[in-house]
Each structure stands twice: as structure tokens, then as C-alpha cells.
């Protein structure tokens, strides 16, 4: 990585719908552009699990790397949703609820995810106006 990275990077399974359609909202909702995202399976994806030491057993979840620090599941979900626009900063406030508990239901539609919504082929190729907000 010969350039400086993001203050906030968010992995997530490219060949997932779920996660895809997860990614596409965030978008849609980061009004201040704040994010910056890349598959797990892309070249960078793999070079930031390393660098981060993140472990085989949160490739199902959605990975936040904010500020050089790694979140991952509701907690990963909860702080991204604090950063976007509308109504959805609210939702942070279930980060006083022990991870243990709020991650149940989030384990359950990782675990089934692609036996719910499907996967793709290949990671998605998103338009050019979303184009710049991939990194990798």
C-alpha cells in the first residue's frame, strides 16, 4: 500500500447479494462520503486482513477499519450507521448492548446469507459515479 489509506474502509464479501445490496445502501445513505469500501476477495481486501491480523472466522461478517482500528459485526454495522444521513445515527444507540447479544440475530443471516439471498460469480463492478468510492 503505497498510499495512505482511507480513515474509514469497509470489507465486505463481494460475491455475496446480501452483502452487496448492504454495501449499495450505505452508499446511497453516506452523504458526507465518508466511506470507502473493498471485497474481501480483492487484492487489497486480502492485503488489509493480513496487515490487521483479522481472523478466517469474520469473513462473514462486514469489517469496519476506522482510524487504523477493526470492527467487525453489529459493532462494525452500528458505527457505520452513526456516520449517515437520515434517522439512522439513532441506531448507534444499541452499542450499549453487550456484542454477544446484539450479534445473535446478525449470526444467523450471516451463516445463511447466500441460502437466502444468493451470490454472484464475481465481486460486483459498480457504476462510475460509485466507481471512486472502491479502493484496490
Known amino acids: 500500500m ?43 481486501g486480502e492485503e488489509l486482513k493480513r496487515k490487521y491480523s483479522i481472523p478466517e472466522k469474520f469473513m462473514d461478517s462486514v469489517i469496519l477499519i476506522e482510524n487504523g482500528k477493526v470492527y467487525f459485526k453489529t459493532t462494525a454495522a452500528l458505527r457505520i450507521a452513526r456516520r449517515l444521513g437520515g434517522g ?21 443471516i450471516a451463516k445463511n446469507r447466500y441460502k437466502w439471498w444468493g451470490q454472484r460469480e464475481s465481486c460486483m463492478i459498480p457504476t462510475p459515479e460509485v466507481r471512486r468510492k472502491f479502493i484496490g
Open 2 to 44: 503505497s498510499e495512505p489509506l482511507p480513515e474509514r474502509i469497509v470489507l465486505f464479501d463481494g460475491v455475496c447479494n446480501f452483502c452487496n445490496n448492504s454495501i449499495n445502501f450505505i452508499i446511497r445513505r453516506d452523504k458526507k462520503d465518508l466511506f470507502r469500501f473493498a471485497p474481501l476477495q480483492s487484492e487489497l
Open 88 to 108: 439512522w445515527p439513532l441506531m448507534y444507540g444499541f452499542i450499549i448492548v453487550p456484542p454477544f447479544i446484539r450479534d445473535i440475530v446478525y449470526n444467523i
